[in-house]
């Protein structure tokens, strides 16, 4: 599913829609070979998160996109790139929350609100 995913880009940069179609495919394929998947709120959520995180601090914090080689580096050898320097703005709670409710459009989750990722970020503290 990495694989599928980095090659699934737009001009060698995935944006919040190639992540939301990536999780949407993820969750049909896990469905798919487990009937009895449990992929509520709380999981959907801390999809949503990872996403928005993997945008924000090994992208562009800016622009919510993250160069294909940076993700595939970070995702697939488990190594920081060698020019990835950090955001010069910080990523914030509401940065995170607003690409993971973008994300959750794109991957066409449903029920996602603003306040319900608020109080599950709160609560992975």
């Known amino acids: 599913m990495t694989k599928q995913l980095l090659n699934n880009n737009t001009w060698g ?5 190639e992540l939301g179609a990536a999780r949407k495919a993820r969750l049909a394929d896990s469905e798919a ?18 996403a928005a995180l993997l945008l924000l601090v090994f992208g562009s914090n800016n622009y919510e996109t993250v160069k294909v080689e940076h993700a595939s580096l970070f995702l697939i050898n ?4 060698d020019e990835w320097v950090r955001a010069s703005n910080p990523v914030t709670i509401a940065n995170v929350i607003s690409t993971a409710l ?11 609100r603003f306040k319900d990722l608020i109080r599950s970020f709160i609560s992975l503290h």
Do not use: C, I, Y
Not at 33 to 50: D, M, W, Y
Not at 78 to 81: A, C, M, T, V, W
């Open 13 to 17: 940069n995935l944006r919040v829609a």
């Open 78 to 81: 488990e190594e920081l790139p």
């Open 33 to 50: 070979r487990n009937p009895t998947l449990t992929f509520g709120s709380p999981q959907q959520k801390v999809a949503l998160f990872e």
């Open 102 to 112: 973008k994300v959750g459009d794109a991957a066409r989750f449903s029920g996602m």
